[in-house]
């Protein structure tokens, strides 16, 4: 009978196979026959050339990345009908359906049904695929009747198996495996703000990712236009999932960390966690308008102006009236400046023509130029950009920091310690919480109006020279009447790439996103939260993360203090109840440890026993880098070939990562983006949201009593293993760990 089903399973499969390969070199035929097209025809033809070939193109990436496990199951319904489920949908060529979108409403029942609870589903079958081939079949049946027919067939259970696999430094999706609890989560409905809180192991990420994919299916015309932002807490988590959407069938989201979401600004991690407090605090937004505020200045006292020979006075009144009007406009600094110097040139201008008509009564002169002469003075320039200069947001935020009297006159409500901390020198890199603080001034700012104007200048300029190059070419070729100088120069204008909405959503920081779903939501300040919700007004947000977890100085210390201010109200919680990936003995022993220290952790169920408990190597003579050296091989040989991590804090990384490399050169990766290495040291800051098949951590104190240590660090540390934990340290017993 096995043999019977896995041949019909695999005549199934190669026919979907089949059909993928079809449809791509369709798509491909379809997209070379547009390009071949790329010299002819109108404007309007050329436009609707660039919006079939993005079409082709986005179609040929989609099916291009669903090639791995394409389909994963099989319901039978109490009608007899046999519908499979995969990553895509596809369709014959006569439209007559061979497998359904994994998002679709008719594949819901494959994750929600159950024994108890059938939803006309008779059995629901995994099928366990290696490369194109089904390798096994794995039966859940639902109804009793079918157990005496001799049909049901038993596997090693699709979800244990992928548990029990080795990891590889990247992220898989869990489509053939998404579990009820995960599914009811994933297709909830899209507006507000969704938080889904769960203890390490229990799938947020993947629950996120699941869900960005399901509603870009399911709101596709809500959301293609405008987008979907996904946020991390870093690159190399970024890095970590980058391959899991496309997996899905979705290649159009924005996908950025936290020190990216500023355009042209690559951020570093705050060293200093007092510092990023003090900038994570919403009052920064203050401090930020005021500074701005502080650049519309008053002169002290009259200033004298030289224009052509003469001299004008500029008045304190003159500056306070032109600023409380351009104030009042509503629009943001280099904008509102617009009228400020207008306003102040009408005036000096006026000034200067009543010089200048005093001394020649009656004279009629045409005197237009006095504006331009007036603008282009060194006195008035040099008077008007005092009063109120064009910045920008990198400018405004470096002189802050940078000038003590500045930042002073701006957050007087710092003390002068935090003040003092806040201090840099102008050029340093800028931080992940300085994004938020840039974001504000541009907000604040606005486009500085010169560039946009010199812009706008030059692409006229070019349009002019176009026009008289075409105007030059119909007289060469004899054509004059028939061809226009302007639709010739239009043809052969090179125009820019045409970008997708969320390759223009990643360059545009005004750009306003349908939804947003934020990872490690609570590593998230105040300012950070703030910068989200202005890249989504109608605040349509995931969010996923856990509390016990939170490790940075300005994160949430409950969902409530951290989203009310910005929610009020229009958010709901949900929980993952069950731990996936850490065996129950890890598990427990960093819940044990966790309570121990003072931090209220969730004990999400464990779904398996482990091979291993929790190993503690104390260290009383020699060094806890010779012990590190010396248990490796054990640790490697474990693994058996999966991934070891070796994860201590910031402080000793440097030490920690020389030691493994003078053991194990090549092997050994620095960072969570090593992904052809079998061992990556890493901070435990970087391996939040990552997992490892094992992992060794060294002078775990260290994650608790240094400079900065917070428990959350020890234990996102202790939960990141599949299989076997390993603790190496120097110092005192750990609470709940060991003796």
């Given at each position: 009978m096995?043999?019977?089903?896995l041949a019909?399973e695999?005549?199934?499969?190669?026919?979907?196979?089949?059909r993928l390969?079809?449809?791509?070199?369709?798509k491909?035929a379809?997209?070379?026959?547009?390009?071949?097209?790329?010299t002819a025809?109108?404007?309007?033809n050329?436009?609707?050339?660039d919006a079939?070939?993005t079409?082709?193109?986005?179609?040929?990436a989609?099916?291009n990345?669903?090639d791995?496990r394409?389909?994963?199951?099989?319901l039978d319904l109490?009608s007899?009908?046999?519908?499979?489920?995969?990553?895509?949908?596809?369709l014959?060529?006569?439209l007559?359906?061979?497998m359904?979108?994994w998002r679709?409403?008719?594949a819901?029942t494959?994750?929600q049904a159950?024994a108890?609870?059938r939803?006309?589903?008779?059995?629901?079958?995994?099928?366990i695929?290696?490369g194109?081939d089904v390798k096994?079949?794995?039966?859940?049946?639902?109804?009793?009747t079918?157990?005496?027919?001799?049909?049901?067939?038993?596997?090693?259970?699709?979800?244990?198996?992928?548990l029990?696999?080795k990891?590889t430094?990247?992220m898989?999706d869990?489509?053939?495996?998404?579990?009820?609890?995960?599914?009811?989560?994933?297709?909830s409905?899209l507006?507000?703000?969704?938080?889904?809180?769960?203890?390490?192991?229990?799938g947020?990420?993947?629950?996120?990712?699941?869900?960005?994919?399901?509603l870009?299916?399911?709101?596709?015309?809500?959301l293609?236009?405008?987008?979907?932002?996904l946020?991390?807490?870093?690159?190399s988590?970024?890095k970590?999932?980058?391959r899991v959407?496309?997996?899905?069938?979705?290649t159009g989201?924005?996908m950025t960390?936290?020190?990216?979401?500023m355009p042209g600004?690559k951020a570093?991690?705050e060293?200093?966690?007092?510092?990023a407090?003090?900038k994570?605090?919403?009052?920064?937004a203050d401090?930020?308008r005021q500074?701005?505020a502080?650049?519309?200045?008053l002169p002290a006292?009259?200033r004298?102006?030289?224009?052509?020979?003469?001299?004008?006075?500029?008045?304190?009144?003159?500056v306070r009236?032109?600023?409380?009007k351009?104030?009042a406009?509503?629009k943001p600094h280099n904008?509102a400046?617009v009228?400020f110097?207008?306003i102040?040139?009408?005036?000096?201008?006026?000034?200067?023509r009543?010089?200048l008509?005093a001394g020649?009564v009656g004279n009629?002169?045409?005197?237009?130029?006095?504006t331009e002469?007036v603008r282009?003075?060194?006195d008035?320039?040099?008077?008007?950009?005092?009063a109120?200069?064009?910045?920008t947001?990198?400018?405004?935020i470096t002189?802050?920091f940078s000038?003590?009297?500045?930042?002073e006159?701006?957050a007087?409500f710092?003390?002068?310690?935090e003040r003092?901390?806040?201090?840099?020198?102008?050029?340093a890199?800028?931080t992940?919480a300085?994004?938020p603080?840039?974001d504000e001034a541009?907000e604040l700012l606005?486009?500085?109006?010169?560039?946009s104007?010199?812009?706008?200048?030059?692409q006229?300029?070019?349009?002019?020279?176009?026009?008289?190059?075409a105007k030059?070419?119909?007289?060469?070729?004899?054509?004059?009447?028939?061809?226009?100088?302007?639709?010739l120069?239009?043809?052969n204008?090179?125009?820019?790439e045409?970008?997708?909405a969320?390759?223009?959503a990643?360059v545009?920081?005004?750009?306003?996103?349908?939804?947003?779903v934020v990872?490690?939501?609570?590593?998230?300040s105040?300012?950070?939260?703030?910068?989200?919700?202005?890249r989504c007004?109608v605040?349509?947000?995931t969010i996923v993360?856990?509390?016990?977890q939170?490790?940075?100085s300005a994160g949430a210390s409950s969902?409530?203090?951290?989203?009310?201010?910005?929610?009020?109200?229009?958010w709901?919680?949900?929980e993952l109840?069950v731990?996936?990936?850490?065996?129950?003995q890890?598990?427990?022993?960093a819940?044990?440890?966790?309570n121990?220290?003072?931090?209220?952790?969730?004990?999400?169920?464990?779904v398996?026993?482990g091979r291993?408990d929790?190993?503690v190597?104390?260290v009383?003579?020699?060094?806890?880098l010779?012990?590190?050296?010396?248990v490796?091989?054990?640790?490697l040989a474990?693994v058996?070939?999966g991934?070891l991590a070796?994860i201590t804090?910031s402080e000793?990384?440097?030490s920690?990562?020389?030691?493994v490399?003078?053991a194990y050169?090549?092997r050994?990766?620095?960072?969570?983006g090593s992904?052809e290495?079998?061992?990556?040291v890493i901070?435990a800051?970087e391996a939040?949201?990552l997992e490892f098949?094992?992992?060794?951590i060294?002078?775990p104190?260290g994650?608790?009593d240094?400079?900065?240590?917070?428990?959350?660090?020890l234990?996102?540390?202790?939960?990141r293993?599949?299989?076997?934990l390993r603790?190496i340290?120097?110092?005192?017993?750990?609470p709940?760990?060991d003796?």
């Amino acid at each position: 009978m096995l043999d019977g089903e896995l041949a019909h399973e695999r005549d199934y499969v190669a026919g979907l196979y089949a059909r993928l390969d079809e449809l791509r070199e369709e798509k491909k035929a379809q997209l070379a026959q547009v390009r071949r097209s790329s010299t002819a025809g109108s404007h309007q033809n050329r436009s609707e050339r660039d919006a079939f070939a993005t079409l082709y193109e986005d179609r040929l990436a989609q099916l291009n990345a669903v090639d791995d496990r394409l389909v994963f199951g099989r319901l039978d319904l109490d009608s007899g009908e046999e519908r499979y489920i995969g990553r895509i949908g596809l369709l014959t060529e006569d439209l007559q359906r061979l497998m359904v979108d994994w998002r679709a409403p008719e594949a819901g029942t494959f994750y929600q049904a159950t024994a108890f609870e059938r939803q006309g589903v008779r059995r629901r079958r995994h099928l366990i695929l290696q490369g194109r081939d089904v390798k096994a079949i794995e039966d859940d049946v639902l109804d009793s009747t079918m157990l005496t027919e001799g049909d049901a067939l038993q596997g090693e259970g699709a979800l244990l198996a992928a548990l029990n696999s080795k990891r590889t430094g990247r992220m898989s999706d869990i489509v053939g495996t998404i579990q009820a609890e995960q599914d009811r989560i994933i297709r909830s409905p899209l507006a507000g703000a969704l938080v889904v809180q769960g203890g390490p192991g229990t799938g947020k990420t993947a629950v996120a990712l699941h869900r960005a994919a399901y509603l870009l299916y399911t709101h596709r015309e809500r959301l293609k236009s405008a987008g979907v932002l996904l946020v991390g807490p870093s690159s190399s988590f970024m890095k970590y999932i980058e391959r899991v959407l496309p997996s899905l069938g979705e290649t159009g989201v924005v996908m950025t960390s936290l020190g990216r979401l500023m355009p042209g600004i690559k951020a570093v991690p705050e060293e200093d966690p007092r510092v990023a407090q003090i900038k994570g605090r919403i009052g920064m937004a203050d401090a930020v308008r005021q500074a701005v505020a502080n650049r519309q200045r008053l002169p002290a006292g009259d200033r004298r102006l030289v224009v052509d020979g003469q001299t004008l006075i500029l008045t304190p009144r003159q500056v306070r009236r032109a600023r409380d009007k351009a104030r009042a406009t509503g629009k943001p600094h280099n904008e509102a400046r617009v009228t400020f110097v207008k306003i102040l040139l009408r005036e000096l201008t006026d000034q200067l023509r009543e010089k200048l008509e005093a001394g020649s009564v009656g004279n009629n002169a045409d005197r237009s130029y006095l504006t331009e002469d007036v603008r282009q003075a060194r006195d008035v320039r040099i008077a008007l950009n005092l009063a109120w200069m064009p910045m920008t947001p990198e400018k405004l935020i470096t002189e802050l920091f940078s000038k003590p009297a500045l930042l002073e006159a701006a957050a007087g409500f710092l003390t002068a310690e935090e003040r003092a901390l806040l201090g840099r020198e102008p050029g340093a890199p800028w931080t992940e919480a300085d994004v938020p603080l840039l974001d504000e001034a541009a907000e604040l700012l606005g486009e500085l109006d010169s560039n946009s104007a010199r812009d706008q200048a030059a692409q006229e300029a070019d349009r002019r020279r176009d026009v008289e190059n075409a105007k030059r070419a119909i007289q060469n070729a004899g054509v004059e009447g028939l061809v226009d100088a302007d639709e010739l120069a239009e043809h052969n204008e090179v125009h820019a790439e045409r970008l997708s909405a969320a390759e223009r959503a990643a360059v545009d920081r005004t750009w306003a996103f349908g939804h947003i779903v934020v990872d490690e939501a609570q590593e998230l300040s105040a300012m950070q939260w703030r910068l989200l919700v202005r890249r989504c007004p109608v605040k349509s947000f995931t969010i996923v993360g856990d509390i016990a977890q939170t490790s940075a100085s300005a994160g949430a210390s409950s969902w409530q203090n951290a989203l009310e201010p910005f929610f009020a109200g229009r958010w709901q919680l949900e929980e993952l109840t069950v731990n996936y990936r850490t065996p129950a003995q890890i598990a427990e022993a960093a819940a044990r440890m966790a309570n121990a220290a003072g931090l209220v952790v969730s004990a999400p169920k464990a779904v398996r026993e482990g091979r291993w408990d929790p190993v503690v190597d104390r260290v009383t003579d020699g060094s806890v880098l010779e012990r590190l050296v010396e248990v490796l091989p054990e640790e490697l040989a474990a693994v058996d070939g999966g991934l070891l991590a070796v994860i201590t804090n910031s402080e000793r990384l440097a030490s920690v990562s020389k030691t493994v490399r003078g053991a194990y050169g090549a092997r050994v990766g620095s960072g969570a983006g090593s992904y052809e290495q079998d061992i990556v040291v890493i901070s435990a800051k970087e391996a939040k949201g990552l997992e490892f098949d094992g992992v060794v951590i060294v002078e775990p104190h260290g994650l608790l009593d240094g400079a900065f240590g917070r428990v959350g660090d020890l234990y996102v540390a202790m939960t990141r293993p599949t299989q076997r934990l390993r603790i190496i340290t120097s110092g005192a017993p750990l609470p709940g760990v060991d003796a």
